[in-house]
């Protein structure tokens, strides 16, 4: 499944609060997200009206770690839809 292109960080932030995260606060162009669940999770999200591709990627390899499912499942999760497989 392949990451959307053209995700902003505060779409991303927004995404992310459907598997339970929420901005905690924010300084400078950086926001600070923090998961609600059982164990405690921070992450930090540059408020860019484009996020690269390799930072989309990371934030979403230590998301999928932290709630222990696949970024595969992870961005089924986010994005809700299934993209064409890669060629």
Same mark, same amino acid.
């Not at 997200?33 to 860019?48: D, F, K, Q, S, Y």
């Given at each position: 499944?392949?990451?959307?292109?053209?995700?902003?960080?505060?779409?991303?932030?927004?995404?992310?609060?459907?598997?339970?995260?929420?901005?905690?606060?924010?300084? =400078? @162009?950086?926001?600070?997200?923090?998961?609600?669940?059982?164990?405690?999770?921070?992450?930090?999200?540059?408020?860019?009206? *484009?996020?690269?591709? =390799?930072?989309?990627? =990371?934030?979403?390899?230590?998301?999928?770690?932290?709630? @222990?499912? *696949?970024?595969?499942?992870?961005?089924?999760?986010?994005?809700?839809?299934? *993209?064409?497989?890669?060629?």
């Amino acid at each position: 499944m392949r990451i959307p292109r053209d995700t902003g960080g505060e779409d991303l932030a927004k995404l992310l609060e459907k598997v339970g995260y929420r901005v905690t606060r924010q300084t =400078g @162009s950086h926001m600070r997200l923090t998961a609600t669940g059982p164990r405690e999770h921070h992450l930090t999200i540059p408020r860019h009206k *484009s996020l690269r591709l =390799g930072t989309v990627n =990371g934030i979403l390899t230590d998301v999928a770690r932290h709630l @222990s499912i *696949s970024k595969h499942e992870l961005v089924r999760r986010l994005w809700g839809h299934e *993209s064409e497989p890669r060629t």
